[in-house]
Each structure stands twice: as structure tokens, then as C-alpha cells.
């Protein structure tokens, strides 16, 4: 599907069910509020999925007309705009990555690679990290590692530092966190956190939960190669 989640793919009826069984943020649960009668109302516009509907909530203007045409006020629509944009979060910056080089950096640049989405489309499979590597002279290991920074980077609420903290904590790819347990994933990036100092904000049990949650939304395009197991000896 590509570095963002398809939109287009989400339908009304399908996003309906999404939010009845979403942990929202305290800003967000007016998006709980009469779900049924809402998404209808929506619906009732002619509105499919999320990529039409994020097209027709795109600026102030464009809300303030669906908001009078489908009787919906411009706070809940307001809120729901900013819902839907994050499934689309700012591509991270490769600069910004702890322990990435200046040299590195440069070398991207020069390929025209600055950001995660830039890295992604080149690093989709070992081949292709292969060439990118012979093409910028940056050894396999440095790319492998930027490209999974990337595959996290995907994820919403996921920054630079965060990316880098859930790769240290062995939660490597997006995966990788679909498949955590909040409460382990917590416990472990508390614990290295103890050990290492890498960020100095507060995150919760429920902040992983909606990690996950959003990790579980994207699709899992990048290929890694899997370790080949030594067959015991006979």
C-alpha cells in the first residue's frame, strides 16, 4: 500500500466500525459521540472513505461548507480532519536520527533522499538496499538500520527520537509494534530508558496502546531478510 495507510481503501462503513472500537485520545472522544448518526450524515454527501472525506475537510473553507451541508458542527469536523490527516504523519527527518552521521546525511542528499518517505520507496527490499548502498558508498548495516527508523517512522505519534528509542528496544519494524504487548513494550522502554537516558517526556501504557493500534493500520511492505536457522548436526 505505500508509506501511508491507503485512505481510499477505508470506507465510511468500515471507519464506523474503526472508531466504535478505537482508545482515543480525551480531545478525540467527540468522534464517539452519536457514531451512527454522524458517519450517515456523512455518508449521506455522497462521501465513501476517508480520502474522499479528507478532500472535502481540507481547509478552514472547504469544512465550514460540509459542516452547513451535512449538519454537522465545525468542532466535530474539526476534530475529525485532524484524525484522519494522522494517518498521514510528516515524514521524519534523516538528520534528526540519533548516531547518524553527518557524512551519511550527505550522501543521502546527494541521491535526494532527506526524509523517511524519500528513503522508503528505495529501500523496499534487500536488492534494492543493496544498490542504494552501492550508490551512495554507505555500508548495508547504515542502511538497513535507517530503513527500519523508516519503517517506524510510518507510525503515528512516532517522532525521530521515539523511532529510535522503539529500535533500540528491539521493536525494530512497524511490524514488529502491530505485534507488542502495550504493557511489555512499556516495561522494556522504561527499562532501557533507565539505562540510557534517551528521552526525557513521559510515556504511559496507554501511550503504546495507540502506537500499536496505528502500527496495525499500515501495511508491512519492506522486506527484511529473515535469519537462516542452523540445521543440528546429525
Request: aromatic share 8%; glycine share 4%; proline share 3%.
Amino acid at each position: 500500500m505505500g508509506y501511508y495507510i491507503d485512505l481510499a481503501s477505508i470506507s465510511m462503513d468500515t471507519y464506523k466500525k474503526i472508531l466504535k472500537s478505537a482508545d482515543l485520545i480525551p480531545s478525540w472522544m467527540i468522534l464517539k459521540e452519536n457514531i451512527n448518526d454522524n458517519l450517515d450524515r456523512i455518508k449521506n454527501q455522497n462521501i465513501r472513505n476517508l480520502a474522499e472525506l479528507q478532500v472535502v475537510l481540507k481547509d478552514k473553507e472547504k469544512l465550514q461548507q460540509f459542516a452547513k451541508q451535512s449538519d454537522l458542527s465545525e468542532g466535530y469536523l474539526s476534530v475529525l480532519r485532524r484524525v484522519i490527516n494522522g494517518y498521514q504523519p510528516k515524514p521524519n527527518q534523516i538528520k534528526n536520527f540519533p548516531e547518524t552521521s553527518e557524512e551519511i546525511v550527505l550522501k543521502l542528499k546527494q541521491v535526494k533522499i532527506r526524509n523517511t518517505r524519500h528513503l522508503f520507496d528505495k529501500a523496499l527490499t534487500p536488492q534494492s538496499r543493496r544498490l542504494l548502498s552501492e550508490q551512495t558508498g554507505i555500508d548495508e548495516k547504515d542502511v538497513l538500520r535507517l530503513t527500519k527508523l523508516t519503517d517506524l517512522s510510518r507510525i503515528r505519534w512516532v517522532n525521530h527520537t521515539f523511532a529510535y528509542v522503539l529500535y533500540e528496544a528491539g521493536y525494530d519494524t512497524a511490524e514488529k509494534m502491530a505485534g507488542a504487548d502495550p504493557t511489555e513494550l512499556y516495561e522494556t522502554v522504561k527499562q532501557l530508558n533507565a539505562e540510557r537516558k534517551l528521552y526525557n517526556a513521559h510515556i504511559g501504557v496507554h501511550d503504546m496502546k495507540l502506537c500499536i493500534e496505528a502500527a496495525k493500520g499500515l501495511s508491512f511492505d519492506i522486506e527484511y531478510e529473515k535469519i537462516r536457522k542452523l540445521k543440528p548436526q546429525t
